[in-house]
């Protein structure tokens, strides 16, 4: 029998905003009401996109009666129904409390905040106090806060099966989609506001969410968290040493502390721990997890069903564990070129131990990368392996190609650039990566020439799509890689804002923006970006390039639209809604530890 084919859900209608706290206890409960009934009949076995929630909540709300205005908690009360049972399974300690720090008495309260968030002394002076307790006696994990990174490391490292959350309509509405898209179990209560000064909740309704208690649903709603914590528990000591084993660890004594560049030890055991610790450095382990999953799509998608179902054998791992080990010497190398000074949260690789040192261990990992995958031929088998090295020797070339045009691009005295020319540095840049990851999990599950093609045109659509997001980042401040807005521009980087920039400006609007991008403009720095800013909207940049995204987007759609089996259709369409997320500027505190679940691909 032919599977129905599984229809892409396209972006939200303009009416995504509509998300106001009805003010009458009554009403709240009618609609909470209403959604019971309403999600009895949605289909559980796949995850719900944030386009489908919302479609169900317009109906809901039509069929009812209710104002449109409450979509938004109408869309918390179906996604709590349709979550309800999977998370009324999980064991208590195996589930995550979180709670906005907003709650608390903003006059009086005396607790601190440490790396987890509020530390809450429950003086009893609000709710906190009564929610962290009856959590924590059950065995709940509890965190007040809404920005830690750590609850992604708390979901990825595989502590927590379940979340029961309390946020406002803003912060829930840009939560939504991460969290359905991560496939892990969560209900929610909102705050009755949004203003982020002791606000409040309906108390019961928090306490029955936190109590819920059922045996496990018959239905299971896919997931691709299993393979996310596969993927990450990769980067552990153990099995990374299992996988990668190291040679020169036993002679390394003592052990070298970062920044203390002398043989302390045996100095090639010293370099051997170097790279590996770089290897484990942060990072969303999302390449590796693009590779374990295309395997997992093309052998029946078991793992996405249950923890259980992952069946992936350390030679499968271990071409997943070279992917990561390009990425990161690729990174070592960007850093130099760049002469970046952090990166996770400490000094690059080259500002520790010198730029030779640097190059090397990138040419180490780089090594090592292939080494991973040819010793693996007579696991794999000499084809796979073959045509597994040669997707990832074309894949460092087209990078090195992308990434060597830009160099060329900052130093050279032209400095005028077209939009097809930045575009293709981005195809060359970012998909590449993609690319290898999608193409090896796929080889690694049988033959992939009837895939070949599909996968370079979404990986490249994909990648340029990205990487224009990415430019749009720079102009937000972005809190992941850079704190500023305007950076590319000052760096000297061939964006493809830019690039639009100088097709649509004349004259001397024209002239002051290569003036600028030449460091010849007489303006002091900190005027320049908000000069650059008017010039890109005078050009209509923005706009322009916002409808590239969406352009990008839709031939990535298309593409994954006719391809088969569903498992590998539906990962594709995963990689999209993720790939292409946006975080909102006005709400970067908008629960980042689950906006982090998303993939990011380039080197920025
Ligand atoms: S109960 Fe906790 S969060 Fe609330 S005011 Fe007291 S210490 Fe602060």
Not at 15 to 28: C, D, G, I, S
Not at 274 to 283: E, K, P, S, T
Not at 541 to 559: D, G, N, Q
Request: glycine share 6%; aromatic share 6%.
């Amino acid at each position: 029998m032919v599977e129905a084919p599984v229809e892409k859900a396209k972006k939200p209608s303009p009416n995504a905003h509509l998300k106001t706290v009805p003010q009458e206890r009554e009403l709240r409960d009618r609609i909470r009401a209403e959604a019971h009934q309403f999600a009895k009949s949605i289909d559980r076995s796949k995850q719900l996109t944030k386009p489908e929630l919302q479609k169900l909540g317009e109906e809901l709300l039509q069929q009812a009666g209710f104002d449109q205005q409450f979509l938004g908690f109408t869309m918390v009360a179906i996604a709590n129904e349709f979550w309800r049972d999977q998370v009324s399974a999980v064991d208590f300690k195996r589930r995550l409390l979180l709670l906005p720090h907003c709650l608390k008495n903003a006059e009086g309260c005396p607790a601190d905040y440490d790396e987890f968030g509020l530390d809450c002394r429950k003086c009893g002076a609000c709710e906190v106090a009564d929610f962290k307790t009856k959590a924590e006696d059950l065995g709940y994990k509890v965190l007040v806060s809404e920005g830690t990174p750590i609850v992604l490391k708390i979901i990825v490292s595989g502590h927590v099966d379940a979340i029961v959350g309390v946020a406002c309509l803003n912060v829930l509405e840009k939560a939504i989609d991460k969290i359905l898209l991560a496939g892990i179990p969560c209900v929610a209560a909102p705050l009755l506001s949004s203003n982020c000064r002791s606000t409040s909740v309906d108390n019961d309704w928090v306490f029955d969410l936190i109590g819920l208690k059922t045996e496990a649903p018959k239905q299971v709603t896919k997931t691709y968290v299993h393979l996310m914590r596969a993927s990450n528990q990769m980067f552990e000591p153990a099995a990374l040493d299992k996988l990668a084993p190291r040679q020169r660890a036993k002679t390394l004594t003592p052990d070298p502390s970062p920044g203390e560049r002398g043989p302390t030890g045996d100095p090639l055991a010293l370099h051997e721990k170097i790279a590996y610790d770089w290897l484990m450095q942060g990072g969303k382990r999302s390449r590796p997890f693009i590779t374990l999953a295309a395997y997992d799509a093309l052998t029946g998608g078991k793992a996405t069903r249950s923890a259980d179902g992952i069946d992936i054998s350390d030679s499968v791992k271990r071409a997943a564990l070279a992917i990561e080990t390009f990425h990161k010497a690729s990174l070592v190398h960007d850093d130099i070129e760049d002469d970046d000074t952090f990166r996770y949260g400490q000094e690059t690789l080259h500002r520790q131990y010198g730029i030779g040192t640097a190059i090397n261990v990138g040419d180490y990992l780089i090594g090592l990368g292939y080494r991973l995958v040819s010793r693996e031929r007579k696991t794999l088998g000499s084809d796979v392996a073959a045509d597994i090295l040669d997707k990832l020797a074309d894949a460092h070339l087209k990078l090195s190609e992308g990434q060597g045009a830009e160099l060329l691009w900052r130093d050279a005295k032209d400095k005028t650039i077209t939009a097809l020319e930045a575009m293709k540095i981005y195809a060359l840049k970012t998909s590449p990566a993609f690319e290898a990851a999608l193409y090896s999990g796929i080889r690694l599950a049988g033959p992939a020439d009837a895939y070949e093609k599909m996968i370079t045109d979404f990986s490249r659509h994909l990648g340029v799509a990205f990487q224009i997001l990415n430019d749009f980042k720079d102009w937000e401040g972005d809190s992941d890689n850079k704190l500023v807005a305007g950076q590319d521009i000052l760096a000297g980087r061939p964006t493809l804002l830019l690039a639009l920039a100088l097709e649509a400006l004349t004259g001397g609007d024209r002239e002051e923006l290569l003036a600028i991008v030449h460091g010849e403009h007489p303006r002091q720095a900190q005027n320049l970006v908000p000069r650059v800013r008017q010039l890109f909207e005078k050009a209509e940049v923005f706009e322009k390039a916002e409808k590239l995204v969406e352009k990008y987007r839709a031939r990535t759609e298309a593409i994954a639209d006719a391809v088969e089996p569903t498992e590998l259709r539906e990962l594709l369409y995963y990689l999209v809604d993720t790939v292409l997320d946006r975080v909102e500027p006005e709400a970067p505190e908008a629960m980042p530890q689950l906006v982090a679940l998303s993939l990011p691909l380039a080197h920025a």
